[in-house]
């Protein structure tokens, strides 16, 4: 009997240490899944992403063609994968996964012309943007009160499985001025938030959006005539760098493209327009504007920065230079530089092709 005891006893210490082990190492495998491994520099990837579905690397040699790709929207990185949406040349939408072709769903209503606006990822779930729908994986959820409602490509974000897009919403029966959107997982479906404006009588526009920390958001795009961010919905009017004359419509003299978080600081970018009336590439690091220029010496005509990704302690920016080029008979023709900057510099500098967005892999 005494033996029998010890024995039953010996089991449940063991069984009770069998859990604690287990446990430890689906904890371990846990934080293992969620931890995000930073390439050194030297092993990282560019990859540029055309309309077309050409990808071009750092070099400016196309790597890849999508195949039987009608379109592509935009291009975002997982680790040592890449993931294009898009449209397939059969109309069906979709993304690539490394160049192969995945059907996200089928065609749940028919005599629409399906349009793929964004891509995001987490964890093993791909979420894609078909107005007025999101869907993720094989999942479709409605934008509650959406009738009126745009987007641009890239108004998709992630954080921690909570999904959001932002835009804007026109008010055309009822003659006002548009408001920017954000939309918001809510039960099932994605209710919407009006984006505050500085008054009801100018137009608000969000063209951008990233998110972090599960419940955090950065937009960006315009109110009125001027550049802006909403921080957790919270409205921030950025200032500029020039003093153009007010235009007589309500046409944006700054307007906000791009937005990440690194290192705690707040990155926006896009355009400003200058005291001639052309407009500039610019970067503001937590509110404070600077002038986004590669130094080439022609004639600039104007220039925008178009897209920031933040990457380990590194920023990424896509921009584009237009130039006058004096031709050798006199005449002037016209020039674009396209650029991906890290940090402060140059990195690598295209041209004829139709640059999109881009990823570092």
């Not at 904890?27 to 050409?54: A, F, W």
């Not at 975002?76 to 160049?99: A, P, Q, R």
């Not at 500085?198 to 608000?204: H, R």
């Amino acid at each position: 009997m005494y033996l029998c005891q010890n024995f039953f006893l010996d089991m449940r210490i063991f069984n009770l240490n069998l859990i604690l082990v287990i446990g430890a190492m689906l904890l371990l495998s846990s934080c293992h899944k969620d931890e995000i491994t930073v390439k050194r520099r030297g092993e990282r990837q560019i990859y540029v992403l055309t309309s077309e579905g050409h990808i071009y690397d750092l070099m400016g040699d196309r790597i890849m063609e999508l195949p039987n790709c009608e379109y592509a929207s935009e291009i975002i990185s997982d680790g040592d994968d890449y993931f294009v949406s898009g449209k397939n040349s059969k109309g069906k939408v979709g993304y690539w996964k490394n160049g192969k072709w995945n059907t996200l769903h089928i065609d749940f209503i028919e005599d629409v012309d399906h349009e793929i606006q964004g891509i995001a990822k987490w964890d093993y779930y791909i979420y894609l943007f078909d107005y007025p729908y999101i869907l993720k994986n094989s999942g479709l959820f409605p934008l509650d009160d959406c009738e009126d409602f745009e987007a641009p490509g890239k108004s998709l974000a992630v954080s921690n499985g909570k999904c959001y897009i932002a835009g804007w919403e026109y008010h055309r029966d009822e003659g006002m001025p548009n408001d920017a959107v954000l939309y918001y997982e809510h039960k099932g479906r994605y209710a919407k938030a009006i984006l505050p404006k500085p008054s009801d009588d100018v137009s608000g526009h969000a063209t951008t959006i990233y998110a972090y920390d599960t419940d955090h958001t950065i937009v960006g795009g315009h109110v009125g005539t001027e550049p802006c961010i909403w921080v957790d919905q919270q409205l921030q009017v950025l200032p500029r760098m020039y003093n153009p004359p007010i235009p007589e419509a309500d046409i944006p003299l700054a307007h906000v493209s791009s937005v990440t978080r690194l290192n705690g600081h707040i990155y926006a970018c896009g355009f400003e327009t200058d005291n001639d009336g052309h407009d500039q590439a610019i970067l503001w690091i937590d509110g404070v504007p600077q002038r986004v220029h590669s130094g080439r010496q022609e004639k600039i005509i104007f220039s925008f920065a178009e897209e920031l990704i933040a990457y380990g302690d590194d920023l990424y920016m896509l921009s584009f230079e237009f130039y006058e080029k004096m031709l050798p008979n006199g005449e002037i023709d016209h020039e674009v530089d396209i650029l991906i900057w890290m940090n402060d510099r140059v990195i690598a500098k295209y041209n004829n092709i139709d640059v999109i967005n881009f990823a570092v892999v």
